[in-house]
């Protein structure tokens, strides 16, 4: 193994979570197979921000130019795609996310090196890299192979790794490369802030989230009752507000909101990663779905194997007899 | 404005007990149900609200084997105008980008404006077709799409980042994008649509068609191999409540009553 280049990812002048995440599994990677590990960090005015890798990293490799201000993966691209044709890297990390979904795919097209998406673990046996990802919605793991590749690349899921404390005092290096300007074919324009609504989701102690299980609009009644019934908000994941049963600001998930209630109860929610990533903190996690092996079993803590328009009646029925 | 929609048959996996096949390669498809990938349904549709808008003309292109057609014959019900299926034995198997190549060399052949595919395949979950096409291609585009203009030979996008945050960037034509779900309302096909779909001709393509080596499309094109399916392993997990509904349902609320919400 030579080095593992990770691509740092960072928003308003903060690293996000992932970058972190990323630089821990390159840190024991690379500790156990005799690498180095090498953090990537493009932006404008970003000089600061440096420091905070060099206990993880071995070199921060610094390109701060005013094309970087925004990130465009058509600005990310070529200068990238120039550092780890240059240094050879062994294994290139770059998120799961938004940004890294919009640029990895066209730097392994360009580099020729084998991509695997939405890793949840790297593992380097006997000269190799292997990867494990999920396919079907979580239901089914899947490891890939990189055909014995010299380079190769991979996207990370967010949350994969818990990122840990380590000591290096890498260093910070600035990357001699040529940035273009950002180009006229796809030109960022702004960012823009999600509408606020009349219920925030985030500031209820308990949470009723419905899934695709609910199956119709006129069954979104069922929940409203039980969400009454126990005093919290109906929260929903994402093919509820597709369908436009509930707003965009109801949904719990990478994408939507991230809620720490006491108490959160998902109705019909299968709990693909998206949407366990916005609820996974929640105190006390109760789960109703038909399938057993729904990947939201492993993320509750109580389970109801069942069909939800049978169980949620008798539910009612059970908490009204407990009251009176 | 022509417009190109990749699309891809899945099955339907949300609420299926799944199996993995005897060789672990694959799963076994046998009593799944199968339809159109969630997102690229979002992308057909709306590749036919810019042609009832500007004109022009869709065509649905996948890449799959001859049962792939029904989704093409009811992207054609819906509306689109031409079909084409890359259907050769070689483009089987192929990791994202050895389809993309494939997906490339078709639209090549093309005069199109617009590319459109869903930004992620519900079985394989990759999210990098898209993206690695429109390299193959050499235009620009943009993922995760959730709005989207068109006016000037551009196109205006919104991209769906994290936190509900919407990215708004714009690129000239002709582009590729991927679509999230939740941007428009997928229509329904018509009777009369689906009836006039069954009589309709696909183009079949095959590798030699589109002068593609075998060695670079397909499994034998894919940089990264599947060297095994498992289960995920069972963690810590619910406790599951057992018996009917009315028992379970019973011990739930016993339990939320303990915790002092029932």
Redesign the interface.
């Known amino acids: 193994m030579n080095e593992i280049l990770v691509l740092t990812e960072h928003l308003n002048g903060e690293f996000r979570d992932i970058t972190f995440e990323m630089l821990t599994k390159a840190r024991s990677l690379a500790d156990a197979g005799g690498g180095k590990v090498a953090a990537v960090l493009f932006g404008s005015g970003v000089g600061d921000l440096a420091e905070k890798l060099t206990l993880l990293a071995d070199e921060v490799l610094v390109s701060d130019h005013g094309s970087f201000a925004n990130y465009n993966s058509a600005v990310y691209q070529p200068v990238l795609a120039e550092v780890v044709k240059s240094r050879g890297s062994s294994l290139v990390m770059i998120g799961h996310t938004a940004f890294g979904v919009d640029l990895a795919p066209s730097l392994a097209v360009a580099l020729e090196v084998p991509l695997a998406t939405d890793v949840i673990d790297v593992k380097h046996d006997g000269g190799a890299f292997t990867a494990m990802r999920q396919i079907y919605g979580g239901k089914i793991n899947e490891e890939v192979g990189f055909g014995g590749a010299a380079q190769v690349m991979v996207t990370v899921r967010a949350a994969a790794f818990p990122p840990e404390e380590a000591s290096r005092e890498g260093s910070v290096v600035e990357l001699g490369v040529d940035v273009p300007e950002e180009p006229a074919l796809r030109r960022f324009v702004e960012y823009v802030e999600a509408a606020i609504g009349d219920v925030d989701i985030t500031k209820s102690e308990v949470v009723i989230a419905v899934g695709r299980g609910i199956r119709e609009e006129e069954n979104m009644a069922m929940i409203e009752e039980l969400a009454e019934l126990l005093g919290g908000v109906v929260a929903c994941s994402r093919p509820i507000v597709d369908a436009g049963w509930l707003p965009k600001d109801r949904q719990v998930g990478s994408s939507g909101k991230t809620v720490k209630p006491k108490l959160y109860v998902a109705v019909g929610v299968s709990g693909q990663f998206q949407h366990v990533s916005g609820m996974k903190s929640a105190e006390t996690i109760v789960a109703i779905n038909k399938d057993p092996k729904a990947p939201i079993f492993s993320a509750a803590h109580y389970g109801i194997v069942g069909d939800l328009f049978k169980v949620l009646p008798v539910l009612k029925e059970k908490i009204g007899e407990l009251r009176a | 404005m022509n417009i190109v929609v990749c699309v891809k048959r899945v099955p339907e ?6 199996k ?1 096949a005897s060789d672990r390669k694959a ?1 076994d498809e046998e009593g799944l149900a199968f339809q159109i990938n969630e997102s690229d349904n979002y992308a057909l549709e709306q590749a036919l609200l810019i042609k009832e808008d500007l004109g022009g003309e869709v065509t649905v292109l996948t890449a799959g084997p001859e049962a792939s057609e029904e989704v093409l014959r009811m992207s054609m019900a819906k509306g689109a105008d031409t079909a084409v299926r890359l259907a050769d034995d070689a483009f089987a198997d192929g ?3 050895a389809t ?1 190549q494939a997906l490339a060399a078709s639209i090549k052949e093309m005069e199109y404006d617009l590319v459109l595919t869903g ?1 992620m395949a ?11 096409l ?3 291609l050499g ?6 799409v959730v709005e989207m203009e068109i006016a000037d030979g551009k196109a ?1 996008v ?15 034509l002709p ?1 590729v994008v991927t679509i999230q ?2 941007i428009n ?1 997928p229509r329904y096909a018509s009777i009369m649509g689906i009836a006039r779909a069954s009589k309709r001709e696909i183009t079949l393509k095959s590798a030699s068609d589109l002068g593609l080596a075998a060695a670079v499309v397909g499994a034998e094109g894919s ?10 392993p ?8 057992e018996g009917t ?2 028992e ?3 011990k ?6 303990e ?1 002092g ?2």
């Open positions: 996996t949300a609420e299926a007990d799944l993995i799963i990791d994202a980008v993309a930004c519900s079985d394989d979950g990759a999210t990098a077709v898209g993206v690695a429109a390299e193959l235009v620009p585009h943009a993922t995760y205006v919104g991209r769906e980042l994290e936190g509900g945050l919407v990215e708004k960037l714009d690129m000239k582009a779900t939740g309302e940089r990264t191999q599947i060297l095994g399916l498992d289960y995920p069972v963690g810590e997990g619910a406790e599951i409540l509904p009315a379970a349902s019973g739930l609320a016993q339990v939320l009553k915790k919400f029932a």
